[in-house]
């Protein structure tokens, strides 16, 4: 069985800073790890996916996320966040022996502030 | 692109009322999901289908049911609506090739009194 925890629930950052929002994860199998963000009364939006090969995966919207397989985590980044960024963002897996389950974490919800 | 439609965005029922909410996929995809959504939860899977008339519970399918009379739609029905049950529900979808994301709709925001 897989498992996902976001370790922040809230993280408030001011406009053009750094952020990082940190995701483990825990399985016994390979996994496909994923980021969604989703919006203020929206559905959620995949940012990026790590399936194989580089550890460093770019998404949508200036973001980009590092797998790293020793420490089973799943990090997401942005250099400089926008007032726009503000929303909930989703880690998420699914094993690779061909479930269709998806694992969410809780979710952490970025707050930018002008 | 994938386009999952929901068919309504909010909904206001009674305890005890028999609940549709609707689900359309234009993208051909076999497997369909339906998902609630609360606050410090995540997303928590309700059920799931992989075909036409074919489905399979999720971590909590009580209180819960589901019919998938066609391939492009994926209704999920509580049959006497309670309170507990006031959430967020995403219906999403997912091709054959599971290292792929799946798709979601908008939600539907469902308060019941």
């Known amino acids: 069985a897989q498992s996902v925890t976001q370790l922040d629930s809230q993280v408030p950052v001011f406009e053009e800073a750094p952020v990082e929002l940190r995701c483990n994860y825990s399985s016994s199998v390979s996994v496909y790890l994923f980021w969604y963000v989703q919006y203020p009364n929206q559905g959620l939006q995949l940012l990026l996916k790590?399936?194989?090969?580089?550890?460093l995966v770019k998404g949508i919207n200036g973001f980009e996320a590092e797998f790293n397989k020793s420490q089973t985590s799943f990090h997401l980044r942005k250099p400089s966040v926008h007032i726009s960024d503000t929303a909930e963002y989703f880690c998420a897996v699914r094993s690779m022996d061909s479930s269709y389950k998806l694992i969410f974490g809780s979710g952490t919800r970025l707050l930018v502030r002008p | 692109d994938v386009k999952v439609t929901q068919s309504s965005r909010y909904l206001v029922k009674r305890t005890g009322e028999k609940v549709f909410l609707e689900c359309v996929q234009d993208m051909d995809h076999e497997n369909m999901f339906w998902y609630r959504q609360d606050p410090g939860l995540g997303l928590r899977l309700i059920y799931f289908?992989?075909?036409?008339?074919?489905?399979e519970k999720g971590d909590i399918p009580e209180g819960y049911s589901v019919s998938r009379e066609k391939k492009e739609r994926f209704s999920l029905i509580l049959e006497s609506a309670s309170t507990n049950q006031t959430s967020m529900y995403l219906c999403a979808t997912l091709g054959t090739a599971f290292n792929q994301p799946q798709h979601f709709g908008d939600g539907t925001r469902l308060s019941i009194l």
């Open positions: 790590y399936l194989s090969g580089s550890t």
């Open positions: 289908s992989y075909d036409v008339k074919m489905k």
